[in-house]
C-alpha cells in the first residue's frame, strides 16, 4: 500500500510564489512516475506536470509551462519526494493540488493513469 501526503499550500499574491512537496511511501517502494494535478471548484481535475523516476522525463501542461517546476529527489532518506515550485502565480492557479503516483511503466497525463492520490492540498491566489 502506498501512502502519498502533500504540503506547502496556502495563500499568495499574484506573481508570488509557493513550493509543494508530496511524498509517498509504504510498499512497493519504488515508483515510476509522480505527478500534479489540480482541481479548481466545479471544474474537473486536470494535469499540471510529471516527474519520472531518474528525473530525466518532465511533463508539464502548456497553462503553467515557464512558471512551474517539478523535480524529485531521491536521496536515500527522501526517497519519492516531488516538489512542485509554482512562480509568478496567476488567479487562475488556485485550486486544490493533488499528488499521484504512478507504480510501473506507462502514460500520465490523465487521472486513470496513476495508482495512488493524496489528499491534496489548497493553493489560493488572491490580487
Known amino acids: 500500500q502506498v501512502h502519498v501526503v502533500e504540503s506547502g499550500g496556502g495563500l499568495a499574491q499574484v506573481g508570488g510564489s509557493l513550493r509543494l512537496s508530496c511524498t509517498a511511501s509504504g510498499r512497493p517502494t519504488d515508483t515510476y512516475r509522480m505527478g500534479w494535478f489540480r482541481q479548481a471548484p466545479g471544474k474537473e481535475r486536470e494535469f499540471v506536470a510529471f516527474v519520472d523516476r531518474n528525473g530525466d522525463n518532465i511533463h508539464y501542461a502548456d497553462s503553467v509551462k515557464a512558471r512551474f517546476t517539478i523535480s524529485r529527489d531521491n536521496a536515500k532518506n527522501r526517497k519519492n519526494t516531488v516538489y512542485l515550485q509554482m512562480n509568478n502565480l496567476k488567479l487562475e492557479d488556485s485550486a486544490v493540488y493533488f499528488c499521484?503516483?504512478?507504480?510501473?511503466?506507462?502514460?500520465?497525463?490523465?487521472?486513470?493513469?496513476?495508482?495512488?492520490w493524496g489528499q491534496g492540498t489548497q493553493v489560493t491566489v488572491s490580487s
Open positions: 499521484a503516483v504512478r507504480i510501473t511503466y506507462g502514460l500520465g497525463l490523465t487521472v486513470r493513469d496513476y495508482d495512488h
